[in-house]
Each structure stands twice: as structure tokens, then as C-alpha cells.
């Protein structure tokens, strides 16, 4: 626009297409129906053929830990964009799921296959019940316990020297084979990627993101606020305790480091910087993020002060985040009109 | 007996790491995540002004606090007034302040337990049998005679005054006159400050590591959260409480569980009484 | 022979600190009646709401529906026995469309026991039975309101979905919080018919209001809040008439004046 023109006004329309789309569910040609499901597409065979293309154990290992990642970031999105609840302590649930499978593999000696499951699920209990507390208040309390619980439990097993103390607990069983090892964490996280995006768009759902909107209307209408919240924090730290359990029998170690600082911040990140509220946003964040960390590796503990200027620059000038970006772009027509 | 000397020293001290995080989050509703940050920053740059640049060790502590109250008000003023109402993202953005002070700092070699900051008067005295350090003494004055101040200056100083309105009903304060946007600078620098000042009275007594900047933090937190945000009295109750129990289970339980104290001071408060010893009820009452 | 009262606050009491908000108030709301509540600014109104639905618990008194003590009771069980309330600064669920607002309130536990209003006790697809109360409502159906967001509805259509949000539970009791107050003439006339529909459909109201002379239409009884007590009781004219409460709404020497010009 030349400065002598007329003043213009920048102008979104939705596609044609995402109109026909949405809501209506006559699809009527190939091309809408590819609109919609190639993305996802996309996603699942990207996904699932990344360790194919990705050289050397290095890579195929970096691909295990971004999809880690990835599910801790599934979980904060959930929590923070859907129910208002913000975890600063991803560690938490990578923690408590990580010791949960050590025990029950080491003591109990069950199967991996078996113990994930079971320390997804009792932690995923656990770890709600020791948030309950907080749960009936405003989302700071969430956010303040959730920071101080990961520098607790580190600080406890530590003291008391149970749980193999400082050492950790070692002679963890891993996968049965390599190829479960490398695709059970990716189907796993395409599994609750798509399960969380459904779940939200039900009617669950809605309330659920009523409960962040305006918890008084909730409650006017009948309904106790505080079990909704739990239910959605057993979700979310149950994807979390996956997340650890998965990680320990990768690395065949479940220690004090699993309550790191790296686990809290890097899921913040990368659903700051991935678009928050998408939950694929997360996924992204990770895919960029968790390389990156890794080559900075050499630097210490320099990658957090990374993930932290980064995370503040987004949150505070930014917070769009590029996949809300590139949904924009890919659903919306921008175009400048004469007013 | 000593019990008792350890309890209130140790109580001040939980007061004075209160004290600025109660007066932001009292004045402008942000929990300043990055509080314990401030601390050990200003703990850092006093050791750098004695040490490297080798100044005077009255000027490096008053550098000191300038510097971190200047760093406080500037962070406040670039980045968190920005997300200022949105308390998701304020907390975010407050600790990740945090991080990158803390771990910066911790990048940049000062690791370890080798910096200290020399106390102020050296050698001790006894008091009932007990020999208790002249800067524990000091330290005890100091954050008496600060509450003291502190007390006074809100009462009776015309910004003293003003922060007390805004904590108390920002639209009325704005309505008579008060900047709000400016206030809260005023108070991120001189909460900043406040960090700052326990951080010099503190420091001499340990070791400036970068840890303490997280537990400097959550016992803040701790304290405001049991006595209730936005009393004085009440943080000041609350520090006494969690000072005393965590010097009974050092004695009784072993040192470990200092910091589980605190933890379960905040669980037992959310659950009893959330608002707090002397919190005002307003908070949960005032969106209806 | 009379019969139970539906709603008994009695001697309740509220404190702020040092403000004393409501002063051993004591009242009955007869079922199927529409109760007006009405007084000067701060005379302690939306108190006397937030106490009855649990929202605050009162200082000293009791609160009994049907018999049963809801005093300190939490709001999401005294809502679960069909007492309801509209809030007075709206917050509808601003990013959804409108009859998505519909759905949570349908989800509670009671809308899921009778079927929401008009429902016949199993609750069918929520979406349609949201469409069905805001049609009933004053939704027009096959138009696009109901599914415009709710951001972009006008202050009329707003007070109706937040009475359409309390219809959800099937209520005994509703409690308006000021439904006339930024409505224009043409939106009061009719919310009017609507207010009498759900008195003929055996709700109970309790409406506090502002506007004066539209209340007047619809209610049975009306009581006049002064400083948190209880100044006057009765049908509406009577209530008018009387002269302190002209005092409380004009100031004692204006009452004089308003008298002269009335």
C-alpha cells in the first residue's frame, strides 16, 4: 500500500472451505475431505516415519525423548489452555511415574508392559490426590505447589536415602524389542493426542473449559467445580507419569534426576513457543526445542536459561504461538481492504 | 532455651524473605516468581563489587540494592506489565525471570560453595548460655526495625499511602488519582529492594549458592500463603510458626526436613483455611 | 390453611469486616409467588442472593428451603436442589456460541435427573435440548441466533440465555438478579411475558430490581432493604406509598418534594 493511497484495514475471512467444513458434515468433493484430514495426516505418517528417516541410535533415541517431551506438553496445554491450571512442575509427574515403574518392575517384577500401564494409572491417582488441596482455589495455588512439589520429592528421597537415594534404582528391564521401544512412545503420544483433542470438544469438554471461563456460573449451575478439576488433573498427570515411565524403561534408571528442572520448564517452552491450545502446537515446540537442547548439551545448564528468555520473550510480546499461526494461515484469508 | 533463640532467629529470617514478595503480590497481585532470584542476584553483585572491582564493602552493599531494585523495577516495567491481569501468564513469565537469572547464573561460574559475603561485626556473644553470632543479632534488629519501617512507611508516607490503596481497591485508588501502572513499578523496585536487603543482612551467614534462590522462594511463598495476603501482621505470625516448627524438627526430626515444613504449613493451610491466619476474605468473595 | 413456606431466611445476619451488609433479615418467599427485593444502592441486595445460593455464608441466621437448614451450604449443592440465581454482572461463556452455553448447565447432576425444563426426566442430546429452552426462551429457532457466539449478542438475548441457564435445572426457586437493568424499553416489554410464563409454570421468583414500575407489573409482594434490614413488606402499592420508603430512596428532606410533585 503506497502512502498517498486510501487508509486500508486488514481483513480475515474464513476460507470457502473451513466453512463448508465445519460443523456441516456433508462433505461433498475430495478436496474437502483432503482440507481436513490431510494435516492429520501428515502428522501420523510424519510421526510414524520419522525413526525410519532419522540416522544412527543417537537420532532415533533424540526422536524417543521429543515425543516424552511432547506428552508433558500435551498435558500443560491441556491443563493450562482447557482448565486454567498452570503445572510448573512437569517434573512431578515424570517423577512419581518414573519411580512408579522402577518399583513395580524391580520389586514386582512385572513386565514393562504391564508396569506402564499400572504406574500411568495409580500415579496418575496419586499425584491428583496430593494436588487436591489446591484444587477448590484460584489456578496460583495450582501453580505454586506444582513448582514446589518436584524440589520436595527430590529433597526427600534424597534426605531419607529410600528409593535407592541418590544412586537411583537401576536394573530396570527395557522394551521387549527396539522396534517397541522406538514406535510405543509415539503411538502412545499419537494415541493421547487425539484422544485429549476429542475429549475436549465433548461435552466434558465444555464444561471443563467453562470451569476456566467463569467457575461461579459452574457452580451456580449445580455442579461441584472441584471434581472436574480433578478429573482433568488425574488426565493430565497420568499422560505425565507415561511420560516417566516410558523415559525409565528406555533408560533402563529411574533416579533423582527425573524431578529436574528440564522437565518442568522445556514442556512450558514448547507450548508457549508451539501454540498453546492447539495441542499439536506442543508437539512442534518439542520438535524444535528438544534438538536444539540437545546440541546445546556442552553448555549446561545454559539450555535453561535458553528455554527460559525464550519462553518470556513469547509470553510477553508474542503469545500467538506458530501453530495458532499457521491455523490461521492455513483456515483464514487475510487481505487488505479500502475502508 | 536455645530452642527458643534459634526459633526466633530463624522466624526473622522467614520474615525478612517475606517481606518483598508480600508487598508486590499485596500491591499489584503478582506472585513474583522470580523473588528468590532478586535475592541471590544482589547477593552476587555485592560479592562482584567486593571482589572483582574491589570496592568498599559499604559500597558494594548499597550498590547492591540499588542495582536489584533498579533490575526489579526494569523487569517489571519491560516484560511483566505487559501480562499484567493475566494471571497465567504472569506467573509464567515471573518464573522464567527466575530461571534465567537463576541458571544464568549459575552458568556463569558461580557455582559451588566458595562466595561469601563477610558479616558485618564479627564474633559472638552469649545470650543464656547460648553463643549466638553479632550478625544473627544484627540480623533480628535489622528485620525488626524493617517491619517497624515498613509498618510506618505505609501508614503515614504519601506512597507508602498510595501502595495501600492500590492494595486495598485498585479502581478506587485509580479513580483518586493514583497511577496504577506506575505504583506497581514502585513496588516490583521496592520489593526488589527489600530481597535485596535480605539478601546483605542473610548472606554472611552461609554461602551464596544459587539453590537458595528456589528456597528462598517457596518459604516467601510459604509465609504469605499461612499468614494471608495482604497482612503484615499476619506474614509476620506466619513466619514465627513456620520458624518454629522447622527449628522443633531440626531438632527432633533432623535437618532434612526443613523444607517439608514449609510444604506441609501451605497443604495443611489451603486445606483448613485458604484464605490464610489474617487473610483478607475479600479475595474469594470479591468476583461474585 | 397456609403452607410451608419454600423459602425462610431468618434473623440472617452478614458482616464485612467492619460493614454490616445485612441485619438479622428475616423473610418467607411463598411457593408461586414473585417477590420483589428492592432498595437504594448498597442497601444489601445481591447480599441477600449470594447467601441464599450459597456464595457467602452468612455471619449468624438460617436460610431453610423446603424445611431443610441450606445455610453455609456449598453453591453447587444448594443449585442441585432447584435453587437458582442469574448474575447481576453477566460472564456468559463468551467464545462459545449460544446455545453451547447450554450444555454445561445441562451436564449437572439435576439437569441429568429431570431432564432439564420441559424435559421429560431423561435428558436427550444437549445440544437440541439447549436449542428447545432458548427457543422457549425467546430464541427465534430456525434463525441464526442461537448459534451466533455469544460475544456478539445484545444485552437482551445475554439476560435471557443466563434465565435460559437456570431453566436448564428444572428450578423450584429463581433468584433474578437484576434481569431489567440495561434493557431498553422494547427488551423489558418483553421479558415481561416471559416472567409471567415461568410463574405459570409453578417457579418461584424472587426478582431484584432497579427498575420500579416494570417489577411492579409482574409481582405479587415486595420488600424494601435499607441498610441491610428489612424496612417494609407488603403488595406493591402499598409499598410505594408508604413514606419512609421514599426516605430511604430520596433522603428525608427531598421526600417532601418528590411528595409535592408526585
Redesign the interface.
Known sequence: MSATARPARKERIDRGIKVRTEGIYALMSWRELAYLTVPRLVLIVGLLSLPLVMPGMYWKRVISIVCIYALLALSFDFLAHFVGLVSLGGAFFVGTGSYLTAILNTKLGLSPLVSIPGATLIGGALCTLMLLPCLPLRGVYFAIVTLMYPLFLARVIEALDILGGTDGIMGIDSFPSAWLEQYFVIIMLLLFLFAVRRLVNT??G??L??VK??D??????????TRYRALAVFVASAIGCLAGACLVHIYMWAGISTFALDFSVLPIAATVIGGSGTLVGPLLGCLILVPVSELLRDFGTLRIVFYALILLAFIVFRSEGLMVYGQRKYHQIERWTKI | MDILIYGTINSVVLALYALGFALVYGTSRLPNFAHGALYVLSGFIAWSALNTLGLNYFISIVLALVITAIIGAVIYRVFLIRVRGMEISEIIASYAVALAILEGLRWGGFKGMTYTLPPFIEGSTTIAGISVDYQRLLAVGIGAALVAFLWVFTHYTRIGLALQGMAQDERAALMLGIDSDFMAVVAMGLGSALAALAAIVLLPLGNIVVESGYNVLILAIAVCIVGGIGSWAGAVLAAFIIGFAQILTVVYLGSHFQMVVALLAIILTLILKPSGLFG???EL?ER? | MKEEPLLEVREVTKN??GIIALNRLDFTVDEGEILGIIGPNGSGK?TVA?CI?G??KPSSGRILFRGRDITGM???RI??MGV??T?QIM??????PAY?NM?????????RRTGGWRGGGRLGD?NTVGIDILEEIGFERDSYVPYKVTATLPTGYLKRLELA?CL??KPELIICDEVFSGLSMSEIASMVPLIERLQMDGITLIMIEHRLRELFKVANRVMVLNFGEKLVEGPPAEVMADKRVREAYFGSESAEEVMKHA
Open positions: 461435552d466434558l465444555l464444561v473449559r467453562a471461563d467463569n461461579q456460573a459452574v457452580r451456580a449451575s449445580g455442579m461441584d467445580v | 483478607q476474605q475479600k468473595e461474585v | 464485612f469486616g445481591t449470594n445460593t456464595f457467602i456449598r453453591p453447587h443449585a442441585d437458582t440465581r448474575f460472564r456468559p461463556y463468551y467464545s462459545l453451547k450444555v454445561i448447565p445441562l451436564f449437572s447432576p439435576r439437569a444437549r441457564r436448564a435445572l
